[in-house]
């Protein structure tokens, strides 16, 4: 079974990171947050199509046609805020599968980040990608723990039908940072260039395959097969957050617990269900999307620096023939393992590495638009008009997030 760049993209996007803000959004409030998720659907499924398509008509990362379209400035700006803004996402994540490990093994969690740190190099490393994410991604099935909550609790499903549809919160400084992280976790920069780039790696793995640009007669069931792939792989990290952003609203929330800052809070909101067994399904989940979502993060930050520099990358290729690139990833992670001791808490942590996301998808989702329409660069494999329609909706939103997030109402 063939495991297609878009599922992985959307398994990795609820990482760590996303387990934390969709959890403090229903937790802080409650079914009034329910909303993003139909509202993010359409708007990551067209940014993460846009860039599916580049990589695979092109031939090239997402790094290598802002390169070609736009002044070097541009590029260099990019590649700052993406290596920036990933390495304190990965630093939030590792601090959080060492502390959700530390909820069931009782073993120090720094310790516990340190073995995460050095099992997801080795693994990247020694293991093609491809095959190491084959049996990992079995773990993120813990995720659907969050849907089978709502069977063991009471869920006024009248008031979430609605609230999804209509929901009522003042829209201050507290809700905008809220909105940000949420639309930061679910768009978030790493997984524009992860996915570019993993088409181009999905082409590679096939001797006969050639960038859609040299090869018009596969357009049609390639561009196809993108479709279904990564609208199907955002819809499946769509629902989970759906699911997630329910069961604490339903939970936690109603428990009085607005404001999560440890994993045993977080892990609370699945205990109706599993009981005692509550930490250790949690500490499962958040394993399980860590070890996904955090080669996804070195890797995406790789491949834009490796392709600004011109150097040679891919998680196929073996350390001996990219080392600039598997440098790059060591570099990122032991930066974030330095990190992981200040003193936020991780869970704290995690959400703001969403918020951070949030403001800097802004300006690279403009410059995907300007490529995905781009004839120059695509030919005839421009965007269609709703995607990119789609695209400069989810620009303005999350622009309009920011604005509030930042500006003393």
């Given at each position: 079974m063939h495991v297609g760049p878009g599922l992985i993209t959307g398994v990795a996007d609820d990482d760590p990171s996303g387990i934390a803000t969709y959890s403090q959004a229903g937790a802080q409030f409650g079914l009034n947050m329910l909303w993003t998720m139909p509202l993010s659907f359409p708007m990551m499924g067209a940014v993460q199509s846009m860039c599916a398509r580049i990589g695979r008509v092109t031939g090239k990362g997402l790094a290598a046609n802002i390169k070609l379209a736009f002044p070097p400035y541009v590029l260099k700006g990019v590649v700052l805020l993406l290596l920036i803004a990933n390495t304190l996402n990965i630093a939030a994540?590792?601090?959080?599968?060492?502390?959700?490990?530390?909820?069931?093994?009782?073993?120090?969690?720094?310790?516990?980040?340190?073995?995460?740190?050095?099992?997801?190099?080795?693994?990247?490393?020694?293991?093609?990608?491809?095959?190491?994410?084959?049996?990992?991604?079995?773990?993120?099935?813990?995720?659907?723990?969050?849907?089978?909550?709502?069977f063991t609790v009471h869920v006024p499903w009248k008031a979430v039908a609605w609230r999804t549809l209509w929901p009522s919160f003042h829209l201050d400084r507290n809700a905008a940072t809220?909105?940000?992280?949420?639309?930061?976790?679910?768009?978030?920069?790493?997984?524009?260039?992860?996915?570019?780039?993993?088409?181009?790696?999905?082409?590679?793995?096939?001797?006969?395959?050639?960038?859609?640009?040299?090869?018009?007669?596969?357009?049609?069931?390639?561009?196809?097969?993108?479709?279904?792939?990564?609208?199907?792989?955002?819809?499946?990290?769509?629902?989970?957050?759906?699911?997630?952003?329910?069961?604490?609203?339903?939970?936690?929330?109603?428990?009085?617990?607005t404001d999560i800052t440890t994993a045993v809070q977080a892990a609370s909101a699945l205990q109706p269900l599993a009981g005692s067994l509550a930490s250790l399904l949690f500490a499962l989940g958040i394993l399980g999307v860590g070890l996904i979502g955090v080669p996804v993060l070195a890797?995406?930050?790789?491949?834009?620096?490796?392709?600004?520099?011109?150097?040679?990358?891919?998680?196929?290729?073996?350390?001996?023939?990219?080392?600039?690139?598997?440098?790059?990833?060591?570099?990122?992670?032991?930066?974030?393992?330095?990190?992981?001791?200040?003193?936020?808490?991780?869970?704290?942590?995690?959400?703001?590495?969403?918020?951070?996301?949030?403001?800097?998808?802004?300006?690279?989702?403009?410059?995907?638009?300007?490529?995905?329409?781009?004839?120059?660069?695509?030919?005839?494999?421009?965007?269609?008009?709703?995607?990119?329609y789609f695209g400069w909706i989810t620009a303005f939103v999350m622009g309009v997030a920011a604005f509030y997030m930042v500006m003393p109402f």
């Amino acid at each position: 079974m063939h495991v297609g760049p878009g599922l992985i993209t959307g398994v990795a996007d609820d990482d760590p990171s996303g387990i934390a803000t969709y959890s403090q959004a229903g937790a802080q409030f409650g079914l009034n947050m329910l909303w993003t998720m139909p509202l993010s659907f359409p708007m990551m499924g067209a940014v993460q199509s846009m860039c599916a398509r580049i990589g695979r008509v092109t031939g090239k990362g997402l790094a290598a046609n802002i390169k070609l379209a736009f002044p070097p400035y541009v590029l260099k700006g990019v590649v700052l805020l993406l290596l920036i803004a990933n390495t304190l996402n990965i630093a939030a994540d590792i601090a959080a599968m060492g502390e959700a490990a530390e909820l069931v093994t009782s073993i120090n969690r720094h310790i516990m980040t340190v073995f995460f740190v050095v099992v997801t190099l080795a693994a990247q490393i020694t293991v093609p990608y491809h095959r190491y994410v084959f049996y990992l991604k079995w773990l993120t099935l813990s995720l659907l723990a969050y849907a089978a909550v709502l069977f063991t609790v009471h869920v006024p499903w009248k008031a979430v039908a609605w609230r999804t549809l209509w929901p009522s919160f003042h829209l201050d400084r507290n809700a905008a940072t809220v909105i940000v992280g949420v639309l930061g976790t679910t768009i978030s920069p790493y997984l524009f260039f992860w996915q570019a780039s993993e088409e181009v790696e999905d082409m590679r793995l096939h001797a006969q395959a050639k960038p859609l640009s040299q090869d018009h007669a596969a357009g049609f069931t390639e561009l196809l097969r993108i479709k279904w792939d990564t609208w199907g792989g955002m819809f499946y990290s769509n629902l989970a957050a759906y699911f997630i952003i329910l069961a604490t609203a339903v939970t936690l929330h109603v428990a009085g617990i607005t404001d999560i800052t440890t994993a045993v809070q977080a892990a609370s909101a699945l205990q109706p269900l599993a009981g005692s067994l509550a930490s250790l399904l949690f500490a499962l989940g958040i394993l399980g999307v860590g070890l996904i979502g955090v080669p996804v993060l070195a890797g995406s930050a790789s491949y834009a620096l490796c392709e600004a520099m011109n150097w040679q990358w891919g998680l196929e290729r073996k350390a001996k023939d990219a080392r600039g690139f598997y440098g790059v990833i060591a570099i990122s992670v032991l930066a974030a393992l330095a990190i992981q001791y200040s003193p936020i808490p991780p869970m704290k942590a995690l959400f703001w590495s969403a918020v951070v996301n949030g403001v800097v998808a802004v300006p690279l989702v403009v410059i995907i638009i300007i490529i995905a329409s781009s004839s120059s660069v695509l030919g005839g494999f421009a965007a269609p008009r709703l995607v990119r329609y789609f695209g400069w909706i989810t620009a303005f939103v999350m622009g309009v997030a920011a604005f509030y997030m930042v500006m003393p109402f």
